[in-house]
């Protein structure tokens, strides 16, 4: 019997650029863009199947062998340190984790500084590096409305465009590293299927070099 690989997607715009790339490495599944509401898609003569997750998710899936493979970003890799191994920056999904805020803003070393993210691991390091004492504040998306609102004083966020800053009065104050999607794999389907996995990345390694 066949091999199959196992692969998260991120649904989105990122998932589909992705999944083009592995299409041209002889990995297809035409019907996977049909925009019906399907989750999981099978290609059984070119040994693959395909799933439709949240983006963040992803990490969850391929740690705990649920799929083979999966497309995460770097930013989801640094949160939360998922046990997979990161085999091929894909040099899509590019952006930046940064620190933003007001654009006149200036930290006063006598407060605590009030950051507000959907990163928490990424921001405490980062502040934690400069040992500056900060208040924490978890919140799940339409971060920039923090400072706006006065809940914080700064960001820890990702800046792709930068037009969310812009269109609200905020700005980049700093920037913590550069994000690109990675292609991840689970320890144990290393193992068992290494050769197929293999074989995939080094087609889609030749796909990706040269688009790049
Ligand atoms: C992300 C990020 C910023 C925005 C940056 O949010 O959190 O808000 O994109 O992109 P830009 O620099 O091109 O404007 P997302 O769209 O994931 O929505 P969210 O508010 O739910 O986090």
Same mark, same amino acid.
């Given at each position: 019997?066949?091999?199959?690989?196992?692969?998260?997607?991120?649904?989105?715009?990122?998932?589909?650029?992705?999944?083009?790339?592995?299409?041209? *490495?002889?990995?297809?599944?035409?019907?996977?863009?049909?925009?019906?509401?399907?989750?999981?898609?099978?290609?059984? !003569? !070119?040994?693959?199947?395909?799933?439709?997750?949240?983006?963040?998710?992803?990490?969850?899936?391929?740690? @705990?062998?649920?799929?083979?493979?999966?497309?995460?970003?770097?930013?989801?890799?640094?949160?939360?340190?998922?046990?997979?191994?990161?085999?091929?920056?894909?040099?899509?999904?590019?952006?930046?984790?940064?620190? !933003?805020?007001?654009?006149?803003?200036?930290?006063? /070393?006598? /407060?605590?500084?009030?950051?507000?993210?959907?990163?928490?691991? #990424?921001?405490?390091?980062?502040?934690?590096?400069?040992?500056?004492?900060?208040?924490?504040?978890?919140?799940?998306?339409?971060?920039?409305? !923090?400072? #706006?609102?006065?809940?914080?004083?700064?960001?820890?966020?990702?800046?792709?465009?930068?037009?969310?800053?812009?269109?609200?009065?905020?700005?980049?104050?700093?920037?913590?590293?550069?994000?690109?999607? @990675?292609?991840?794999?689970?320890?144990?389907?290393? %193992?068992? %299927?290494? *050769?197929?996995?293999? @074989?995939?990345?080094?087609?889609?390694?030749?796909?990706?070099? /040269?688009?790049?």
């Amino acid at each position: 019997m066949k091999t199959m690989l196992n692969i998260a997607l991120p649904k989105g715009r990122l998932g589909k650029k992705v999944y083009g790339a592995l299409a041209k *490495a002889g990995y297809p599944c035409p019907d996977l863009l049909e925009g019906n509401r399907k989750l999981t898609f099978e290609n059984e !003569a !070119a040994g693959v199947r395909y799933f439709w997750v949240k983006p963040s998710d992803v990490a969850v899936y391929v740690e @705990r062998g649920a799929t083979d493979l999966g497309i995460a970003g770097s930013d989801i890799l640094m949160e939360y340190r998922p046990d997979v191994y990161e085999l091929l920056d894909l040099r899509m999904g590019r952006c930046r984790m940064c620190v !933003a805020g007001p654009k006149d803003f200036e930290d006063d /070393h006598t /407060h605590t500084l009030r950051v507000a993210t959907k990163f928490p691991a #990424i921001a405490r390091s980062y502040y934690n590096a400069r040992s500056r004492e900060i208040d924490l504040i978890h919140l799940n998306g339409s971060i920039e409305l !923090a400072p #706006i609102l006065g809940l914080s004083d700064v960001i820890v966020d990702i800046v792709e465009t930068g037009k969310t800053l812009r269109e609200n009065g905020l700005a980049v104050l700093d920037e913590i590293v550069p994000i690109s999607a @990675r292609l991840i794999v689970n320890k144990s389907s290393d %193992k068992f %299927k290494g *050769a197929q996995i293999r @074989r995939l990345i080094e087609q889609v390694r030749e796909v990706v070099d /040269h688009e790049d």
